[in-house]
Nanobody, 120 residues
Framework: QVQLVESGGGLVQAGGSLRLSCVAS????????MGWFRQAPGKEREFVAT?????AYADPVKGRFTISRDNAKNTVYLQMNSLKPEDTAVYYC????????????????WGQGTQVTVSS
């Protein structure tokens, strides 16, 4: 069965950096879009970034976050720099059922999430 396991979350001061990793198992996903989403308390899950043959980012994270992937390891990364308190959320990695996707409904598999907390 497909499983995604995130790591790298934690508590960081504003302006600091974190690198999230997500390892997928149970399949090969080089032809699938992989992405990151986040959900803050009281808010809906929102798109953060996706990577396939190209990348896309949500406006609030552009210039600060970088998504990358290593298909040989079935791993997707999210490098987060210049973190802000507004970035505090549970971050989820996901694999889409198609080659390009930015909507949650287009993602078939999800990790359990990892908490990122940015102190002010």
């Amino acid at each position: 069965q497909v499983q995604l396991v995130e790591s790298g979350g934690g508590l960081v001061q504003a302006g600091g950096s974190l690198r999230l990793s997500c390892v997928a198992s149970g399949g090969t996903f080089s032809r699938n879009a992989m992405g990151w989403f986040r959900q803050a308390p009281g808010k809906e899950r929102e798109f953060v970034a996706t990577e396939s043959w190209t990348t896309a980012y949500a406006d609030p994270v552009k210039g600060r976050f970088t998504i990358s992937r290593d298909n040989a390891k079935n791993t997707v990364y999210l490098q987060m720099n210049s973190l802000k308190p507004e970035d505090t959320a549970v971050y989820y990695c996901a694999i889409a059922s198609r080659e390009w996707a930015t909507r949650p409904d287009d993602y078939a598999y999800w990790g359990q999430g990892t908490q990122v907390t940015v102190s002010s």
